[in-house]
């Protein structure tokens, strides 16, 4: 499977890449910018748009990977394109299983991406976006479950096991639904520093990618390869100093993205039964330690100031590497390296042996993030105070 995920990450990698120029030189024709001011760090107004090239970098190779299992015949194929087993029909049987769920992440991509470009556009109201964002994220959830009624594959849920605390499905169902607004909106959030939130989600994706080829699923592991195809492409233009910004449009639904496929990955081994490896389920937790972390804080403060969670400012943990004397790039490469430290420990949790093992993991990543908390008590540069 080498050879087609390299082609797919260089796929999405062109598309995103070429679609960001275009959009840089577009969103300036049409006033499409960032202005800076208030909150905003960068000095000049930056073309929007970036997370059109996004979208576009994930949704047409994700379109063409849904539809090609209809249009060829496998059959024919077999001859012609060695697979493992030399068995493609089988994994033509297989995409048209998962073509369901495919059709249904774009359709919630495509909701997701059209609520950022408007709030991008004209700015919403927090409560009207967060509304709009739990509505598509529930509406994907319910329909995938009705779906796995006849096709169980299909099942877009975590934590499956409490449907035997007697209350059916619906805690499951919910506990998804928040998982994926919470992962959106961390993604959103890490969108406050040039290259931070895609960076950070290219390291992320990388590790959920190689959790989902150990556990052979590859209609999962086809997405994140064209997720971070995407990302690589947008960075080329948003790594410090950024030329275009990606905006709502984007961090939306990179955070959407994520949160669909970090449900959809498996991180018990093959036979494994859940008693003896539950430590397992907290790998996409362990991935993601850093941006839950920035998202729980910083809403944190943001309460505790008697502010909106959802209402901008300058206290996530980038402003504060960069208010001890770091630059912004620096500032950014730093996160990139302990996303990049939790998440290798991540990849290693479904494979230890004992809940001891799998323990000092865990208590490595809070380690990780007491360092983050320490540097975290250098107090905000005069201009972000009483905010």
């Not at 996160?335 to 093992?357: D, E, K, M, N, W």
């Given at each position: 499977?080498?050879?087609?995920?390299?082609?797919?990450?260089?796929?999405?990698?062109?598309?995103?890449?070429?679609?960001?120029?275009?959009?840089?030189?577009?969103?300036?024709?049409?006033?499409?910018?960032?202005?800076?001011?208030?909150?905003?760090?960068?000095p000049q107004a930056k073309p929007l748009g970036g997370g059109v090239a996004i979208f576009l970098g994930i949704g047409i190779p994700l379109a063409l990977a849904i539809a090609a299992p209809f249009l060829i015949n496998g059959q024919w194929l077999q001859g012609l394109v060695r697979t493992p087993g030399n068995d493609l029909a089988a994994y033509i049987s297989g995409a048209r299983q998962q073509a369901p769920l495919g059709i249904g992440m774009l359709l919630a991509m495509l909701a997701i991406h059209l609520l950022g470009l408007r709030d991008d556009r004209k700015a919403l109201g927090p409560m009207v976006k967060l509304v709009v964002q739990l509505a598509i994220t529930a509406a994907l959830v319910a329909s995938m479950e009705l779906m796995a009624r006849q096709t169980p594959s299909l099942r877009l849920r975590i934590l499956t096991v409490l449907d035997t605390a007697g209350m059916g499905a619906a805690p499951s169902i919910i506990l998804t639904v928040l998982w994926i607004a919470a992962i959106t909106n961390a993604f959103n959030f890490l969108d406050n520093m040039d290259g931070l939130s895609a960076g950070i989600a290219a390291v992320c994706a990388s590790a959920f990618l190689v959790c989902a080829l150990s556990m052979g699923q590859w209609f999962v592991a086809g997405a994140l390869t064209l997720l971070i195809g995407s990302l690589l492409g947008f960075?080329?233009?948003?790594?410090?100093?950024?030329?275009?910004?990606?905006?709502?449009?984007?961090?939306?639904?990179?955070?959407l993205v994520l949160g669909i496929l970090t449900v959809r990955t498996t991180y018990l081994p093959p036979g494994q039964a859940f008693s003896h490896r539950w430590y397992a389920l907290l790998a996409p937790v362990i991935v993601l330690a850093l941006p839950l972390y920035d998202l729980i804080v910083v809403s944190a403060i943001r309460l505790y100031r008697g502010k909106s969670p959802f209402v901008g400012d300058t206290n996530h943990f980038s402003h504060r590497l960069v208010a001890r004397g770091m630059s912004r790039r620096t500032a950014v490469l730093c996160l990139y390296l302990i996303a990049g430290a939790t998440s290798i420990a991540a990849i290693l949790l479904p494979r230890v042996q004992g809940a001891l093992a799998a323990m000092l993991i865990l208590v490595q990543t809070v380690l990780v993030l007491c360092v983050v908390g320490l540097l975290e008590q250098h107090p905000l540069p005069p201009e972000a105070r009483g905010r």
């Amino acid at each position: 499977m080498v050879l087609p995920i390299l082609a797919m990450a260089l796929v999405s990698f062109a598309i995103a890449f070429f679609a960001t120029a275009a959009m840089r030189s577009i969103a300036l024709r049409l006033g499409f910018v960032d202005k800076p001011g208030g909150r905003k760090i960068h000095p000049q107004a930056k073309p929007l748009g970036g997370g059109v090239a996004i979208f576009l970098g994930i949704g047409i190779p994700l379109a063409l990977a849904i539809a090609a299992p209809f249009l060829i015949n496998g059959q024919w194929l077999q001859g012609l394109v060695r697979t493992p087993g030399n068995d493609l029909a089988a994994y033509i049987s297989g995409a048209r299983q998962q073509a369901p769920l495919g059709i249904g992440m774009l359709l919630a991509m495509l909701a997701i991406h059209l609520l950022g470009l408007r709030d991008d556009r004209k700015a919403l109201g927090p409560m009207v976006k967060l509304v709009v964002q739990l509505a598509i994220t529930a509406a994907l959830v319910a329909s995938m479950e009705l779906m796995a009624r006849q096709t169980p594959s299909l099942r877009l849920r975590i934590l499956t096991v409490l449907d035997t605390a007697g209350m059916g499905a619906a805690p499951s169902i919910i506990l998804t639904v928040l998982w994926i607004a919470a992962i959106t909106n961390a993604f959103n959030f890490l969108d406050n520093m040039d290259g931070l939130s895609a960076g950070i989600a290219a390291v992320c994706a990388s590790a959920f990618l190689v959790c989902a080829l150990s556990m052979g699923q590859w209609f999962v592991a086809g997405a994140l390869t064209l997720l971070i195809g995407s990302l690589l492409g947008f960075l080329c233009f948003n790594f410090a100093p950024a030329s275009i910004f990606m905006g709502d449009s984007g961090s939306l639904l990179i955070g959407l993205v994520l949160g669909i496929l970090t449900v959809r990955t498996t991180y018990l081994p093959p036979g494994q039964a859940f008693s003896h490896r539950w430590y397992a389920l907290l790998a996409p937790v362990i991935v993601l330690a850093l941006p839950l972390y920035d998202l729980i804080v910083v809403s944190a403060i943001r309460l505790y100031r008697g502010k909106s969670p959802f209402v901008g400012d300058t206290n996530h943990f980038s402003h504060r590497l960069v208010a001890r004397g770091m630059s912004r790039r620096t500032a950014v490469l730093c996160l990139y390296l302990i996303a990049g430290a939790t998440s290798i420990a991540a990849i290693l949790l479904p494979r230890v042996q004992g809940a001891l093992a799998a323990m000092l993991i865990l208590v490595q990543t809070v380690l990780v993030l007491c360092v983050v908390g320490l540097l975290e008590q250098h107090p905000l540069p005069p201009e972000a105070r009483g905010r």
